[in-house]
């Protein structure tokens, strides 16, 4: 395998605290990384780095990890323009949400619907995203789930059943019979697709019981657990996580005391997605209350049609540092290690000997640029598994 050294970076986030400052961002100035095939095989400083096959010369820019968007719904059609713009101007507006979004996805053809996920993939790999989970959740019949997850699995390794998102219209009279479909037929058909299973534990779609009986289930045939948990109110979804040792708790808005001392003494992550607070004008998670107790943060897109329609992950972090009280240097970590944290995984989410090289080369010296100048491209080469994917602003 040919070797490639990158040198003279201004600022390398490494994520590991042993190969560089000390911090949990593991910074190294002046610095240079060596990738062989699809790894990471040095970090260190630019002087002393080892002879390769090729050098490129960062000409005094940062270099991050790429971002890792624990939490997204790809597998959609159509979009929610008009809702969206009635809930910003202040009007009433009755459609169907969700549900409308189900109509659509159910009426899109396969092609149509890979063809979206692709779109938005590429979209987020543009912004310096190098590992995206998605879920299915908008076709709420056996064989509509099973496809959005067939689709899913064409395009990434991170996929998720939800199922469990809403309860299908088909089934608005008889919510028991649509969980038993979910852990039943929906689920068998699902399974082979999926790593994760997911449910919307929240007023108005399942109740702590429900939830339970979907993801013990969905445990039961080999996924992994996660949770949409305490998003538009208190409720059980933080503590069942942490019960079912959930890899992420995601939303988690509305905290009891005792909601962020089991998180902060469980490896469930707390996953927060500003871009649906932004998007809703809803309170902002207090991610400094988790921080400060001990909790581990991940910071993702929930890109979707109906709530929190973006791709962009430095959106979210200059959101989380301007609005929900993290550093510029919590916010880079909790995109980056606590994304890949909360997708149970090591070998991405950071820059150091054996993970696997996803980098991103910023037009700016630090990091800090990311929240320092919001709403500009600052990303400027992306290497993902070793392979440059996206070149200058995403050209």
């Known amino acids: 395998m040919t070797t490639t050294v990158l040198t003279h970076i201004s600022a390398l986030v490494t994520n590991d605290p042993s190969l560089g400052d000390g911090s949990p961002l593991g910074l190294i100035r002046d610095a240079a990384v060596v990738i062989e095939g699809d790894r990471v095989v040095w970090t260190g400083e630019s002087g002393r780095a080892p002879a390769a096959d090729h050098a490129l010369d960062a000409g005094g820019r940062a270099v991050i990890p790429g971002f890792v968007d624990s939490h997204s719904h790809l597998v959609f059609a159509g979009d929610r323009t008009e809702e969206f713009n009635a809930r910003m101007s202040g009007r009433a507006y009755s459609a169907g949400g969700i549900r409308t979004t189900v109509a659509a996805t159910r009426a899109a053809t396969d092609d149509q619907l890979s063809a979206n996920v692709a779109r938005y993939l590429a979209e987020a790999l543009r912004q310096g995203t190098t590992v995206l989970e998605t879920k299915s959740g908008y076709g709420l019949t056996v064989e509509d789930e099973a496809r959005a997850l067939r689709i899913a699995a064409r395009h990434t390794d991170e996929v998720t059943f939800l199922g469990a998102h809403i309860v299908s219209p088909d089934h608005a009279d008889d919510p028991a019979g649509y969980v038993d479909l979910v852990t039943g037929p929906m689920l068998d058909a699902c399974a082979p697709y999926a790593r994760w299973i997911d449910v919307f534990c929240e007023r108005g779609a399942f109740d702590g019981d429900q939830a339970r009986a979907v993801l013990t289930a969905g445990v039961a045939r080999g ?132 993970a696997r090289a996803d980098l991103v080369l910023l037009d700016a010296p630090s990091h800090v640029h990311l929240a320092y100048r919001p709403g500009v491209p600052l990303v400027r080469e992306v290497w993902r598994a070793g392979e440059r994917v996206a070149g200058p602003y995403g050209g």
């Open 223 to 354: 996924l992994r657990p996660r949770v949409h948990a305490n998003q538009l109110g208190h409720g059980p979804g933080v503590q069942l996580a942490v019960e079912l040792d959930a890899a992420s708790a995601d939303h988690c808005t509305h905290l009891t005391d005792a909601d962020v001392d089991a998180l902060a003494q469980s490896d469930t992550v707390a996953t927060l997605l500003p871009g649906a607070e932004f998007s809703t004008r809803a309170a902002w998670p207090d991610a400094r209350r988790l921080l400060d107790a001990g909790a581990t943060v991940a910071l993702s897109t929930d890109c979707n049609p109906g709530s929190s329609f973006t791709s962009s992950v430095p959106f979210c972090i200059a959101l989380a540092v301007r609005d929900m009280g993290m550093t510029p240097d919590e916010a880079v970590w909790s995109a980056t290690a606590g994304g890949a944290a909360a997708l149970r995984r090591d070998d991405v989410g950071r820059i150091a000997p054996g």
